[in-house]
């Protein structure tokens, strides 16, 4: 369980402090509008009215005391940069930042913030990839080079192992979980026997992926 302090109340922010309060974690909402704070209010520990760029109202926050700051005015850059860097200059652990541009990246990681999100562009590039692609049906970039994706088993492999495929030898492919309708096995040994009915999660590189499933 971890504490998060959530400031901005757009579709980004109410998405996450609904999700982190689901996962069992203290969240506390900020934001200028009563009207968005009066609707999150049943779904997160505590809430409260106010300009977070504002130096008194982050100190009555207690910002130091919250695992994780996140702030998701990505509408209005001005306002995120200069909370971002309150945030950090009054002891804020870790701060998570909403960006529209690579531009507002570098600027905001300049001023304090840890990490920096880009749900647009991110999502945009997830389902480029997705529909681009043929039997992908989810996919999470960890590098340039390296993706986690979800694919269906590839008919040559049914009724075989994972051993008999020599999977990771042959195709480069780690394979992190099996997926069966809403079961999912982690990590199978080399003795589990692949069938149509599953999906693999599997972890490689983008040019093995479609030499696999092109």
Known sequence: MKSILIIGLGRFGTYMAKK??????????????EEKISE????VTSAQIGDASKTSVLEGLGVDNFDLCVVS??????SSLEITSLLKEAGAKYVLSRAATEIQAKFL???????????????????????????????????????????????????KTI?????????????????????LV???????????????????RKSDIEKLTH
């Open 20 to 33: 982190f309060t689901e996962l069992g974690n203290h969240v506390m909402v900020v934001d200028t509008n």
């Open 109 to 159: 990681l300049r001023n304090g913030a840890d990490e920096v999100v880009f749900t647009e562009k991110e999502m945009a590039e997830r389902l480029a990839v997705k529909f681009s692609a043929h039997n992908i049906f989810d996919y999470i970039q960890l590098t340039n080079e390296y993706a986690i994706y979800e694919i269906p088993t590839p008919k040559s492999w049914e009724g």
């Open 163 to 183: 051993r008999d495929k020599g999977v990771r030898a042959k195709y480069n492919l780690n394979i992190l979980a099996v997926k069966q309708g809403g079961t």
């Open 186 to 204: 982690p990590l199978p040994d080399a003795d589990h026997v692949f069938n149509s009915n599953e999906r693999l999660i599997v972890m490689c």
């Open 40 to 43: 999150l209010l049943p779904y």
């Open 73 to 78: 005015m990505g509408e209005n850059f001005q």
